[in-house]
Structures are given as structure tokens and as C-alpha cells.
């Protein structure tokens, strides 16, 4: 890594030594439908709607049968309800019916799902199944963006695989989580903490132009 990769790796290891997925989940199916509902929304929203959710269709098959308008009224807090209503049944259904209710550990049969996407993936196969994975959500694009691990123009896809090369493999799920919870609570996309970081010498926000040592 270069310096300053090791500098921003040190610093996020001294904010989030141990860092944990905030999303409530006790099983497969469950974090996946959390993901998918965490689209446009926070885990803090989500959250607030799962215990419900799941307390009230206790398995695949009773949320493979619900209503469609009594899923809209659970998930109303979160935004985008009328569309995530039927990603959660049709998830159910499609888990059920074709994968023995078992969510099947395979990108392609994934991301066929409805309101999967690449992201959603990334977060499934690291935070559940532990393999190695740097998903890049809004949080981790931004942050990337700032600290020059990444250019503004960019892709999410183009970011993932700028990330997947600056960091070592075995620490990709451990840095995608501390990307996440910094540019949640300190790299905000509003009002950020510059003050408090020690990654603002080689920030885009805080900087006036950009070093010439550092390279994307």
C-alpha cells in the first residue's frame, strides 16, 4: 500500500477497530431483504421496520403469501414502499420456489432477484457468508472520492475495483464496513468534521488542490 492507503487504514483502524453491520438480521433471507430495503433510506429506518416485518411473517412461506398492501403499510417509513413491497414477496417467493429457501450463494441467481444489485451482494457475501468483498454504497463512494483513492468521474463499479487493488483481500469486508461508518458519522456529505480528522491533509474536501504524490 502507499502511504497514504496505510495512513487512511491506520486511521480507520484506530475509529473502528472492530466494526459491525448496523442492520438487525437473524437470518440469510432476512439481511437480504434488510439490504434491499435499505436502497434510498438508512439502517436507523430499516431497522424500525424489519422487527416488524419479520415478527409478523415468521418465515419465507407466510412472506411468500403476504399482502402486498399490508407489506406497503410496514415498510411505509422507509420510502420507495410501493416497489420494495413487492421485491420482499417476490424475493420470498423466488427463494422459496427455486432455491429450496435457501438463499443461494451465487452472484448471477442474485442479482436476478428484484432490488438486488451488485451492492446489495457485496454487503450479502461479506457480512453473512465472510468472503472477501468491498461493496461501495453511497457512503464508501464518497469517502473514496474525497481521499483520492478514487476519481470524481468514476463509477461505483470503477471505485469497487480501485478499492479491491489499494487494499489487501483479507481486510476488504473489515474496509468496507469502516468506510461506511466514516462517512456516516465524520465524512458526512454534509458538514463533514474536518476539524477532528486526520485524513483532511489529503482530502479533496479540505485540500485546495490536490497533492501531486497521490494517485488514483
Excluded at 85 to 106: F, M
Excluded at 125 to 134: M, N, V
Amino acid at each position: 500500500m502507499t502511504s497514504n492507503n496505510l495512513k487512511i487504514a491506520e486511521y480507520l483502524d484506530e475509529l473502528f477497530p472492530n466494526p459491525q453491520c448496523e442492520l438487525i438480521y437473524h437470518k440469510d433471507y432476512e439481511l437480504l431483504i434488510a439490504i434491499v430495503l435499505s436502497a434510498q433510506s438508512t439502517d436507523k429506518r430499516v431497522n424500525s421496520v424489519t422487527p416488524i416485518l419479520f415478527h409478523k411473517y415468521k418465515n419465507l412461506t407466510e412472506l411468500s403469501n403476504a399482502d402486498i398492501s399490508d407489506l406497503e403499510k410496514i415498510l411505509r417509513p422507509i420510502g420507495s414502499y410501493h416497489k420494495k413491497a413487492v421485491y420482499v414477496r417476490e424475493i420470498a417467493r423466488t427463494v422459496l420456489n427455486d432455491y429450496q429457501g435457501e438463499v443461494p450463494i451465487n452472484r448471477k441467481k442474485l442479482e436476478a432477484l428484484p432490488g438486488v444489485g451488485r451492492k446489495t451482494v457485496n454487503v450479502l457475501f461479506s457480512e453473512y457468508y465472510h468472503l472477501p468483498a468491498f461493496a461501495v454504497d453511497t457512503h464508501v463512494n464518497r469517502v473514496s472520492k474525497r481521499l483520492y483513492l478514487a476519481k470524481d468521474a468514476d463509477s461505483v463499479l470503477q471505485v469497487e475495483q480501485k478499492l479491491k487493488r489499494k487494499f489487501p483481500r483479507d481486510t476488504w469486508s473489515k474496509r468496507h464496513l469502516q468506510m461506511v461508518l466514516f462517512g456516516r458519522y465524520y465524512c458526512t456529505a454534509k458538514n463533514p468534521k474536518c476539524d477532528i480528522c486526520k485524513l483532511k491533509s489529503i482530502c479533496r474536501v479540505h485540500s485546495k488542490k490536490k497533492p501531486n504524490h497521490i494517485e488514483v
